[in-house]
């Protein structure tokens, strides 16, 4: 009996001490504290999916207190698919003269507006490629144009390697670059571009992008400019657990470091990687590691980790209705966009769609009161 015996009892010890540990970390998250990659790691790895949903569920209620979940209309118009930067999770990009390249003409522009108008929305997500013939000018004009013409329409334009790519070709400052671009009419800076703040998986998976460390200085520009931000990550490629956690800790910091009464991140935004016709599958044979549960445990451990950002939103595009139903009982207190027009992660398998309508029966089922909200999130 002897071995057998011993090995029972050192596991129920091991087990017993595991427990006491996350108790000791859950604390630690209930009472705001900032945890540690090891306290992360430790929750990520080894805490009880229903623990975790519990834990964070209660921090949902500390930084949105009742029953409301966000969502809005919005539209994304992708200003070219033309780009350098061949990312090879990206299914979207085109290089220069190739079939299919184009350029959003100005009367496509006012199509999609009058659309997006007519359905209600008056945001425009602009993102795209990092086209090469295209320098700051083009940027300021475009976006003086549409203000012209839609001075209600708000900008949730480009994104951190987009700046970084402008600040390179004119020899400006990050800062000189948001400028002129926040005068010419940009109204807030998506996170793209994020994927894992991780040097080591930037140099597989987007070696011609920002790296980390440039991501997160022209974001934190755009703090110090008070421009509304949001936080990114694409996770469920190449990158390690510790690698998921380090992301997390990363934008963690930076948020704490926005000037007081700045918006800084306003949400964070977690979504999986999708692989359907990408350079990532097809030639490196890496499929999305996605799968509901670890989505779950993604969205909790973002609740617990981020102490300093209010709202934490899941990725129904890219995950559909009930795992993002779940997400909303798991930390979760937005569902974003019905997204009129999306042409990039659907590009690669994303084909999740809702209407107005759908979105709001979503959040009703999933036991919330749906409120819809504009980019700084505030209810309409
Ligand atoms: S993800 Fe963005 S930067 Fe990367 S290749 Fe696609 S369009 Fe270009």
């Known amino acids: 009996m002897a071995d057998g015996g011993w090995r029972k009892t050192d596991r129920l010890v091991s087990n017993l001490i595991i427990e006491m540990i996350l108790e000791e970390v859950y604390e630690k998250a209930l009472q705001l504290l900032p ?60 290089k220069k003269g ?30 795209g490629g990092m086209n090469p013939d295209l320098g700051i000018s083009f940027y300021i004009e475009l976006f003086r144009n549409l203000k012209k013409f839609y001075p209600a329409l708000k900008l949730h334009a480009l994104g951190p390697p987009e700046i970084v790519y402008l600040a390179k070709k004119e020899k400006l400052s990050y800062y000189d670059v948001l400028t002129h671009l ?57 990158e390690t657990a510790a690698e998921r956690i380090e992301h997390l800790i990363r934008i ?10 700045h918006f800084g991140f306003i949400t964070f935004i977690p979504w999986a990687f999708q692989d359907e016709g990408t350079n990532l599958l097809e030639k490196h044979g890496v499929k999305s590691s996605y799968n509901g549960p670890d989505y779950i445990r993604m969205i909790a451990i973002s609740r617990i980790l981020l102490n300093n950002i209010r709202n934490i939103q ?28 999306e042409n990039v992660v659907s590009a690669a398998g994303a084909h999740n769609r809702f209407n107005a309508n759908e979105m709001q029966s979503i959040i009703k089922d999933a036991g919330f009161v749906p409120g819809r909200r504009n980019q700084k999130y505030e209810l309409v």
């Open 35 to 94: 945890l540690n990659a090891d306290e992360g790691l430790a929750l990520y790895c080894t805490a009880p999916v229903g623990e975790l949903m519990f834990v964070a569920n209660k921090l949902r209620q500390v930084h949105i207190p009742g029953n409301t979940v966000g969502w809005m209309i919005d539209r994304n118009v992708n200003i070219t698919n033309i780009c350098f930067s061949q990312c090879s999770f990206c299914n979207f990009c085109r």
């Open 98 to 127: 190739s079939p299919g390249a184009y350029i959003t003409s100005e009367r496509d522009y006012k199509s999609k507006i009058d659309e997006l108008f007519l359905l209600g929305g008056d945001q425009l997500l602009l993102q």
């Open 182 to 238: 926040i005068e010419a009419g940009l109204d807030s800076l998506p996170g793209a571009g994020a994927e894992i703040l991780s040097d080591r998986v930037r140099k597989i998976v987007s070696p011609a992008k920002a790296t980390s460390e440039q991501w997160l200085d022209v974001m934190s520009t755009a703090h110090i400019l008070n421009l509304p931000t949001s936080a990114t990550m694409m996770f469920g490629h190449i």
């Open 252 to 261: 963690r910091d930076l948020q704490a470091k926005k000037p007081q009464g």
């Open 314 to 341: 899941a990725s129904i595009l890219t995950v559909g209705k009930e795992i993002g139903m779940l997400s909303l009982h798991s930390g979760a207190n937005d569902l974003g966009s019905i997204m009129i027009e």
